[in-house]
C-alpha cells in the first residue's frame, strides 16, 4: 500500500502566481520529508527538506509545510516560473529507517 | 564533481537475457540506492547499500542482484531479464543511510 500519496497528477498555474503541490503520508512514524524535482531525462534533483521538529522551511522562493496531526505536507513556490515546470515528488522516512518512500509525482506547468 | 554516474543510459534487451547497470558516486558517501520508476508508481526502491560492504533488499528486489564494489560502485544486475523489468532505472547516494539522497542520470531499459 502507498505510504506516502500525492492525490493530483497534474497541475497547471499561472507564471507569476504561487503553485501549491499536496503529499499526504500514511505512517505516524515518519519524521523526515523531501521534496524532489525531475525534468524529462534526467534524475530527480534535491529541492527542500524538512523534519518533524518544524512545520515550515523556507528556501528563496521554495517552502515546504508539515502538518503532522493531519499527515501532510505542502510545497508552495511563489512566485511561479515556466522553468518550474517539471515533476515534483515527495519522499518520507522515518529517523531510524532505512529507505524513503516517494509518493508517485505531481506535473507542475507554469504557463508563461 | 560529476556527483553520481549511471551506464548505459539506454539499454534494449531481449527476454531471457542477462545484464548489469554501473552507478559511481564522487562524493564519498556511505549509502547507495536502486530504484526504478514505473508510470503512475513513483520511485520504488529496489536494493540499497547502507555502507560499503552491506546490501538488503527494498520494496522491489525480485528478479535484481546487486554488488557494492567498494565505496564508490554499486551495480544492479539482471539475470534474466523480463518485460516486466521495462523500467527507468535510477542510482542514487547519500552521505548516511536515510539522508537526502543524490540521483544519477537514469538507464532507460526496455526488455522485449
Known amino acids: 500500500d502507498q505510504q506516502v500519496k500525492q492525490n493530483s497528477p497534474s497541475l497547471s498555474v499561472q507564471e507569476g502566481r504561487i503553485s501549491i503541490l499536496n503529499c499526504d503520508y500514511t505512517n505516524s512514524m515518519f519524521d523526515y520529508f523531501l521534496w524532489y524535482k525531475k525534468y524529462p531525462a534526467e534524475g530527480p534533483t534535491f529541492l527542500i527538506s524538512?523534519?518533524?521538529?518544524?512545520d515550515k522551511n523556507e528556501d528563496g522562493r521554495f517552502t515546504v509545510f508539515l502538518n503532522k496531526s493531519a499527515k501532510h505536507l505542502s510545497l508552495h513556490i511563489v512566485p511561479s516560473q515556466p522553468g518550474d515546470s517539471a515533476v515534483y515528488f515527495c519522499?518520507?522516512?522515518?529517523?531510524?529507517?532505512?529507505?524513503?518512500?516517494f509518493g508517485t509525482g505531481t506535473s507542475l506547468t507554469v504557463i508563461p | 564533481n560529476a556527483g553520481v554516474t549511471q551506464t548505459p543510459k539506454f539499454q534494449v534487451l531481449k527476454t531471457g537475457q542477462s545484464m548489469t547497470l554501473q552507478c559511481a558516486q564522487d562524493m564519498n558517501h556511505n549509502s547507495m540506492y536502486w530504484y526504478r520508476q514505473d508510470p503512475g508508481m513513483g520511485l520504488r526502491l529496489i536494493y540499497y547499500?547502507?555502507?560499503?560492504?552491506?546490501?538488503d533488499k527494498g520494496e522491489v528486489p525480485n528478479g535484481y542482484n546487486v554488488s557494492r564494489l567498494n565505496k564508490r560502485e554499486f551495480s544492479l544486475r539482471l539475470e534474466s531479464a523480463a518485460p516486466s523489468q521495462t523500467s527507468v532505472y535510477f542510482c542514487a547516494s547519500s552521505e548516511w543511510n536515510a539522508d537526502t539522497q543524490y540521483f544519477g542520470p537514469g538507464t532507460r531499459l526496455t526488455v522485449l
Open positions: 524538512i523534519s518533524s521538529i518544524k
Open positions: 519522499a518520507a522516512s522515518e529517523e531510524t529507517g532505512n529507505q524513503f518512500y
Open positions: 547499500s547502507a555502507s560499503e560492504g552491506t546490501t
